[in-house]
Structure formats: C-alpha cells, structure tokens
C-alpha cells in the first residue's frame, strides 16, 4: 500500500493583505488543485466578519506547496466598524 505524503493532498495558504495579512492556514487540495477563491471568518472589533480571499502565486518550500491569497475586499464584510454602530 502506497502512502499519501501531505504534499500530495494539502497546501499552505499564506494571507498577502488585507485583515488577515501575516497569518497561514492549511487546506486540503480538490482534485490535486487549490481553491481559487476560498472565504474565512474572523472577528473585527468583536465582530465576526466573512472575508474573501482569490489565489495568486505558488512556490514549493521544502516540499510542501504554498500560494498567497490577496484580499477581495468588495465582496467581503467591511473592515471598519461604521460610524452609527460605534455611538450604540
């Protein structure tokens, strides 16, 4: 029986910008490839927010596949908490 190395069946998600920036996660790839557009939640200002994030470049480092992930801020939750919220 052959084994499956994580190389072979995951990747590492690197976060370019946007409020995720500097953070990495790892995911399962789909079919051997990564996901273009992939969503993750976090809290803003004790908010959870959904935010958008599109594949862009890939690098092998020691075996295992990274790619960057750069924010969609249009379709995401605002980063900022809005003006009339604050007041509450």
Do not use: C
Request: proline fraction near 5%; glycine fraction near 8%; aromatic fraction near 10%.
């Amino acid at each position: 029986m052959s084994e499956t190395r994580p190389s072979e069946t995951e990747y590492i998600v690197e976060y370019a910008d946007g409020p995720l920036a500097g953070t990495a996660d790892r995911r399962l790839l789909v079919d051997g490839k990564v996901d273009e557009r992939i969503g993750a939640v976090a809290a803003v200002e004790g908010l959870e927010s959904l935010f958008w994030y599109v594949a862009g470049e890939e690098r092998t480092v020691n075996g295992e596949r990274y790619v960057s992930y750069h924010f969609d801020a249009p379709d995401s939750d605002p980063v900022e908490a809005d003006q009339e919220d604050e007041s509450l």
